[in-house]
């Protein structure tokens, strides 16, 4: 079993800068793939970025260009650089963990971009 914590949410100011960090702990297969994902308020969750163990990465339309996606594999953390935000960001952010047959979640943390 996997455990993820995640830090580093908080209110920031339009065009502003946040870093979230999430911690993985556990059964860490050794291919997997780590990512983030938001829920805003009466919507879904959506994928914001991805990471595989290899690097590769994925970004939504709407952070291209603005958040970058990276892992630490030795410390098995996952990063979002979160820049240029906006009031629409605004979300419950969850790292994600993905081992081929089954999610991870974390707890989330909250983001509130303010306009």
């Known amino acids: 079993q996997v455990q993820l914590v995640e830090s580093g949410g908080g209110l920031v100011q339009a065009g502003g800068s946040l870093r979230l960090s999430c911690l993985a702990s556990g059964s860490i297969f050794s291919v997997n793939t780590m990512g983030w994902h938001r829920q805003a308020p009466g919507k879904q969750r959506d994928v914001v970025a991805t990471i595989t163990m290899r690097g590769t990465t994925y970004y939504a339309d709407s952070v291209k260009g603005r958040f970058a996606i990276s892992r630490d594999s030795a410390k098995n953390t996952v990063y979002l650089q979160m820049n240029s935000l906006k009031p629409e960001d605004t979300a419950v952010y969850y790292c994600?963990?993905?081992?081929?047959?089954?999610?991870?979640w974390g707890q989330g943390t909250q983001v509130t971009v303010s306009s």
């Open positions: 994600s963990y993905w081992n081929g047959f089954a999610f991870t």
